[in-house]
Structure formats: structure tokens, C-alpha cells
């Protein structure tokens, strides 16, 4: 699998600009023969977070429908985040950071709903997800979503290694100065997992907030295959059945832990 991470500043609130930064993205993507590009979170709408808790719910029929043409058009798997609402009934609504995947087909093969709200911004405007990462087959391997403050967690990235991950895929939204979570903590989730990560983030400025860059693409040993600056650009890397397959017999963290055990520990004994 070629991965492609999108590192690049959106326009806060121009959807429409922000959908052609993604198509032009997609088409430097499969013109490089990647089988997936990754974009960052929120990236459709540009991350404010206080500025999304008015989103149109009908505003969702539309982007999921031109992302799916984008990614049928240049023949390239697309990752993208913008913010999801589930209709409560008697004009009641709840809104979640989401992330969803379309095959290279343009058919939607997951949806993913972030888990964990970073600061004080992102739990006014959104709802924290119960749902565990679920997995697809992508190019020979079978790939997960999660999103930015997700992957700093272990039981996210184990949740999805157990659900039969081998690929991660991570739109993130980190913020300058923050450079041990794709140098540090990723790497040692990829490596804990035998899992490929994949993490792309925004440059610049948004909504005032200074966005850091520095996305990673990570193998399942931990290794960097490749990173980017703080410019926009995107990063390519591959990884193989074979890289997988060596990391877990290198070190078997999936198969040697023990799940009943850490469950008692949490009840105390």
C-alpha cells in the first residue's frame, strides 16, 4: 500500500475552496501511485471548532457526495474529516468530529466519529463517540480510522489493531509546538500495535490557532518512513503484508497480552 498524507492550511468556512485544495491533492496523490491520500481533521471545513456548532445537517449530503466523486474521479482511497450530525428528533441534533474513507471506486468503506475531544473548544461544539474503530480491506491490507487526540491514547490504537487493523489512518489537527506526539507517541503506538500510521496534519493558521504540521507516516516497527515540515505539501509511504508480518513476529504485543488481566487490575484486583 502507497499511503499519501495531504499536509496543507484550509480556509476557515469555504467549503468549496477547501473541496478543491482536497480533489487537487488527490489528483498529485494517484499521479504519485498512491492508493490513499489522507487528509487533516476537520480539513472540509477548516478547524474552528466554536464556529462549526451551527453546521447545516443537509450541508453532509453534499460533501459526502462530492468526496466520493473526487476520490472516483482520480482513482485514489480518500480520508477526509468535517463534522458529522445525527438527528435527535423534535429539531434536537448532536454533532461529532468525523472522519470517513471512499474506496477508489468512490463507494464510502467506513465512518469514523472522534472519541476524544481535545481542550476546552472541541467538547462545546462536539459530542464524545462511544463507537470503536471498525476496519476494511484496502489494498491487501485492512485499514482503520481514527482521529488526532484518538491516536495519543493506547486503548484507541490497540482497539483498533484487535478489531484486525493493520493500517491506521489519522486525520489530525495538532497545534505548534506539540512535536513528541508524531515523533514520540506515534511511533510507539505503531510499534505496541505492528501497526502502520499515518497522520496528517495542517500548517499555518486557523481560526487564530497555529497549526504545526510535522505529519508522519509511521511503519509497524516504528520507523519513520516519512515526515513533513511545516509547509504544505504531501508525503508518501509504503508499506507491505511482509513489513506487517515482520514487526508482529518481531515482537507478538498482540498475541501475548493479556485482556482478563488488565480487566481485573481495573477492578481492583
Given at each position: 500500500m502507497?499511503?499519501?498524507?495531504?499536509?496543507?492550511?484550509?480556509?476557515?468556512?469555504?467549503?468549496?475552496?477547501?473541496?478543491?485544495?482536497?480533489?487537487e491533492?488527490?489528483?498529485?496523490?494517484?499521479?504519485?501511485?498512491?492508493?490513499?491520500?489522507?487528509?487533516?481533521?476537520?480539513?472540509?471545513?477548516?478547524?474552528?471548532?466554536l464556529l462549526l456548532r451551527t453546521v447545516d445537517p443537509a450541508a453532509e449530503r453534499g460533501i459526502l457526495a462530492e468526496l466520493?466523486?473526487?476520490?472516483?474521479?482520480?482513482?485514489?482511497?480518500?480520508?477526509?474529516?468535517?463534522?458529522?450530525?445525527e438527528e435527535l428528533g423534535e429539531e434536537k441534533r448532536r454533532q461529532y468530529i468525523g472522519a470517513v474513507?471512499?474506496?477508489?471506486?468512490g463507494e464510502l468503506a467506513l465512518t469514523y466519529r472522534k472519541v476524544h475531544l481535545f481542550g476546552d473548544d472541541e467538547p462545546r461544539a462536539f459530542a464524545c463517540s462511544e463507537a470503536p474503530p471498525t476496519t476494511v480491506e484496502l489494498a491487501g491490507l485492512r485499514v482503520s480510522l481514527l482521529i488526532c487526540f484518538d491516536v495519543e491514547f493506547p486503548e484507541a490504537v490497540r482497539a483498533a489493531a484487535v478489531a484486525g487493523a493493520d493500517v491506521v489512518l489519522a486525520p489530525t489537527?495538532?497545534?505548534?509546538?506539540?512535536?513528541?506526539?508524531?515523533?514520540?507517541?506515534?511511533?510507539?503506538?505503531?510499534?505496541?500495535?505492528?501497526?502502520?500510521?499515518?497522520?496528517?496534519?495542517?500548517?499555518?493558521?486557523?481560526?487564530?490557532?497555529?497549526?504545526?504540521?510535522?505529519?508522519?507516516?509511521?511503519g509497524p516497527n516504528g520507523g519513520l518512513l516519512a515526515a513533513g515540515d511545516d509547509a504544505s505539501r504531501i508525503i508518501?509511504?509504503?508499506?507491505?503484508?511482509?513489513?506487517?508480518?515482520?514487526?508482529?513476529?518481531?515482537?507478538?504485543?498482540?498475541?501475548?497480552?493479556?485482556?482478563?488481566?488488565?480487566?481485573?487490575?481495573?477492578?481492583?484486583?
Open positions: 502507497r499511503i499519501a498524507v495531504m499536509q496543507g492550511n484550509a480556509t476557515v468556512g469555504d467549503q468549496a475552496a477547501n473541496l478543491r485544495a482536497i480533489d491533492a488527490a489528483a498529485r496523490a494517484a499521479g504519485d501511485g498512491a492508493d490513499v491520500l489522507v487528509t487533516p481533521e476537520l480539513f472540509v471545513s477548516g478547524y474552528a471548532p466520493g466523486r473526487i476520490a472516483k474521479h482520480r482513482k485514489v482511497a480518500l480520508v477526509a474529516s468535517y463534522p458529522q450530525v474513507l471512499f474506496d477508489a471506486n489537527a495538532l497545534a505548534a509546538g506539540f512535536d513528541d506526539v508524531p515523533q514520540v507517541l506515534l511511533r510507539a503506538r505503531a510499534l505496541e500495535n505492528g501497526v502502520a500510521l499515518a497522520y496528517a496534519n495542517h500548517t499555518g493558521e486557523e481560526d487564530g490557532l497555529v497549526l504545526g504540521g510535522g505529519s508522519v507516516i509511521v508518501l509511504g509504503d508499506v507491505t503484508r511482509d513489513d506487517i508480518d515482520a514487526a508482529r513476529r518481531e515482537v507478538d504485543y498482540l498475541g501475548r497480552r493479556r485482556p482478563t488481566t488488565y480487566a481485573a487490575w481495573e477492578r481492583g484486583g
